[in-house]
Structure formats: structure tokens, C-alpha cells
């Protein structure tokens, strides 16, 4: 199957975009002190923000990484930039700064999955609406309402493009499992998370019984349905929210069981089968503590191949399926 050829993707790339941006708010909040409109303003508030834009920057990237780490640097991110809000003495200033929050409300859009979007892009209009109403500036409805109107807007189109793209991007089209390089990902946080709390986490590698023979005896629509109805079996079957699924080749799949340990994978892997449109072999490897992601991979694959040739060597009526 060569699942250790492809090496494993970086994780890290929504920590480095949240703290590019916190950087370049650091920046811009700190220049604009140069370009005051009202030059009786404090200075203050804008030093504070800046400096805490920047900490912001740094702990994202140095922060372990959680669910919930960058979600609540994102809103203290936005508490700063209300503060900012609040602090306007000019119509001018006040609409500037609510740019930096519609910003941040996007990024959340783009960056989060919908249970963490919506709260912060709730929050943001909430800071927006709270900081331009105790702004000394005069609070026009009409300001608040272009605010809330462009937040709001944007942010649902951007998070439905970026749901859809990812949605592509990372699911196989025919079968709803992952795409191999999601796989990866989602196995090496998987792995992460058991060797750090000492759960078990097995691996399943599997394939197809003769799928060749399929295609070519009954078509590759049939081909198709089989596969489909594979991933469709192994979900109801697989107990637990956590499992993975992913797709790694033609016929060829990969299952992540968090919480399981090797009995309790061979023993699902048994009750799979006897239930499965068609016949299928898989080999099981659970995670060391020192384990690897390639060398946890390519157990599964040679317990597989094992399997398959054990199965091949034995009388018809011993093969199942």
C-alpha cells in the first residue's frame, strides 16, 4: 500500500496564520499613533493594545497547541482591539478600528470549524457593539448597523466557501472517508494524544477481497458501491465519535480506533466483516510509546499482508466473506 512512503504534513499552518495577523495588527495599531486624527487622544490604549497584539503574536506560536488555544487568543485578540473601539474620540476612528474586529471575525470564519466560528463571530459583534456604544465619539445607529451588516456578510460567505473547499479538499467524494494526506494528519494527533495520555489507539489497515475481479465481473459502478458501502458499515459499526476513516488508495483503507487496544480492534475487525457487503482483510497495529506515525503505519500494512497471504494459503470455506 506504501502509507510510509508520502512524508507526514505540517500541522501548524493556522497557528502561523493567526500569529501573522496578530503581528501585522501589532504593527498597524502601533504606526497609527503617527496618523491621529484627534491629536488630544490618549496614546495610551493604542501602546497597550499594540504591545498586547504582539504578546498575542508570540504565545499563539509558543502556546501548546489545543482546541481551545487559539480560538481564546483570537477573542482576547478582540477584546483589545473593542478597547481600542472605545477609546475613539472621532466617527473616523471608530469605523477604522471596527475594521481590524470585522478582520478578526473572518478569520475565525476561515480558520474554525462552525462550533468555535459562530461564538467568536458572536463575540466580535458583541465587543463591536458594546465599544462603539461607550465610545466618546458620537454613536451614529447607522455606523453600527454597516459594521454589523459587512460582519455578519462576510463572514457567513467566507465560512461556507471555506467549510465547502475543505470539505473537498479532504473528503473522498465516493466513500465520505478522508483523503490520505488528512489521514496522516488526523493519525499523528491521534498518536500525539494517546502517547501523552497513555490511552490506546489501534490502527486498522484494510483492503478489498478480489476487488479487481469485482470491477471487472460486474463493472466498476458495482465496484463503487462496494467500496462505499464498506466506509458506510465500518462507521455504523465502530463505536465512539473519535474513530478516523481514510481513504489511501483504489481499494485500499485505513481506520484510526482511539480507545482501542489490539483485542478490542481484532475483535470490531471480526464483527465487521460478518456484516460487510464484501469480502475484505485488514491487519492491526496499536501505538508504542515511542511509536512514530510511519512505523505505526507500516505494522498495520505488514499485519495486512500477513492476513492476506494466511487467508490466501487457507481452504475456501476458512476464508470468510
Known sequence: MGLVDESMPRLHGG?????????????????????????HASVVPWLAVGALLGV????????PDRPWTQPAMLAAGMVGLGVLVASCRTAEGMISVSLGLITAAQLAAF????????????FALVVTTVAMADAPATFHPMSWVAVTVVTIASTSLLGYVTHWLRHHATTDDLTGALTRRTLFERVGALLRDAQRTGAPLAVVSADVDD??????????HAGDEVLASLVA???????GSAAVIGRTG??????????????QAT?????????????WSAGVAV???????????????DALYATKHARAGAPREQRGG
Not at 497557528?15 to 491629536?39: C, D, E, K, Q, Y
Not at 476487488?211 to 466498476?220: E, P, R, S, V, Y
Not at 475483535?267 to 460478518?274: L, N, P, S, T, Y
Not at 501505538?287 to 500494512?301: K, S, T, W, Y
Open 15 to 39: 497557528r502561523g496564520l493567526l500569529a501573522v495577523t496578530f503581528g501585522v495588527m501589532a504593527v498597524i495599531v502601533l504606526v497609527a499613533l503617527g496618523w491621529s486624527v484627534n491629536p
Open 56 to 63: 498575542l503574536s508570540a504565545l499563539t506560536l509558543l502556546l
Open 111 to 122: 480558520s474554525f470549524p462552525p462550533r468555535q466560528a459562530v461564538p467568536l463571530v458572536g
Open 211 to 220: 476487488f479487481k475481479a469485482i470491477n471487472d465481473t460486474q463493472g466498476h
Open 233 to 239: 458499515t465500518w462507521r455504523s459499526t465502530v463505536d
Open 250 to 263: 483504489g481499494d485500499e483503507f485505513l481506520l484510526a480506533l482511539p480507545g482501542y487496544d489490539e483485542a
Open 267 to 279: 475483535a470490531w475487525v471480526e464483527r465487521a466483516r460478518a456484516v460487510s457487503p464484501a469480502p
Open 287 to 301: 501505538a508504542r510509546a515511542d511509536d512514530a506515525v510511519p512505523g505505526l503505519l507500516r505494522r498495520a500494512d
